[in-house]
């Protein structure tokens, strides 16, 4: 199948710090990406639709100025988790729609750690 | 709202027995259901996709069925492995919603030797 990279894996970061998470389609472009929270035993909640070369569209109880999302490639999706604070602590993944399959395909995910 | 929930949220079960995962959702308007493998600490891989026309869908020692209509779906493992210890999600894209996918809470599932 299509492969999706994250990068960083895992990120510790001071409170009140920003940090870039990125999300990239390997093989395939992808005019839209998702991005997921994760806390510990529990399932995926989606926070975002990232779509290429318009503003993304946030879910329902996320702070879009807390969560920047830009998604300016049809191959790459950043999301900056901006003035981070401990219960931004999270698993973060990123998915990607490959269009010629009609299928979203899931990153490895990033480990967030604000102290 | 599509809800989803998957019975039980955990399992254990000794190497070699057959297990059933269960997944519910509430709207039954459905484009299609996924089931997903999770590793700790891991991204999530697809194991099989069942289109809202299809029944069933079949890869190796998995089968999962779709029953639209009461909004189900199971996830059968045939004579299960420790290899097969993992949280199993199953995921609903529902039609109109731009490729969106709603959760389910997951099973942890592990296989015992």
């Known amino acids: 199948g299509a492969v999706v990279s994250q990068h960083p894996s895992w990120v510790i970061c001071k409170s009140g710090t920003s940090v870039k998470i990125e999300c990239r389609s390997l093989d395939f472009q992808a005019t839209t990406m998702f991005w997921y929270r994760q806390f510990p035993k529990q399932s995926l909640m989606l926070m975002a639709t990232s779509n290429e070369g318009s503003k993304a569209t946030y879910e329902q109880g996320v702070e879009k100025d807390k969560f920047l999302i830009n998604h300016a490639s049809l191959t790459l999706s950043t999301l900056t988790v901006t003035s981070a604070h401990p219960e931004d602590s999270s698993f973060y993944i990123c998915?990607?729609?490959?269009?010629?399959?009609?299928?979203?395909?899931f990153g490895p995910g990033t480990r967030l750690t604000v102290l | 709202k599509q809800e989803v929930t998957q019975i039980p949220a955990a399992l254990s079960v000794p190497e070699g027995e057959n297990l059933v995962l269960n997944c519910s959702f509430t709207?039954?308007?459905?484009?299609?259901l996924q089931w997903f493998r999770q590793d700790p600490g891991k991204g999530l891989t697809s194991l099989l996709l069942?289109?809202?026309?299809?029944r069933e869908q079949t890869s190796g020692r998995l089968n999962a069925s779709l029953d639209k209509s009461s909004g189900r779906s199971t996830l059968y493992i045939a004579a299960s492995q420790p290899g097969d210890s993992a949280t199993y999600l199953c995921?609903?894209?529902?039609?109109?919603?731009?490729?969106?996918?709603?959760f389910g809470t997951g099973t942890r599932l592990q296989v015992t030797l």
């Open positions: 995921a609903v894209r529902s039609p109109g919603t731009a490729s969106k996918l709603t």
């Open positions: 709207d039954s308007a459905i484009y299609n």
């Open positions: 069942i289109q809202s026309s299809q």
């Open positions: 998915s990607a729609r490959d269009p010629r399959a009609d299928t979203q395909y």
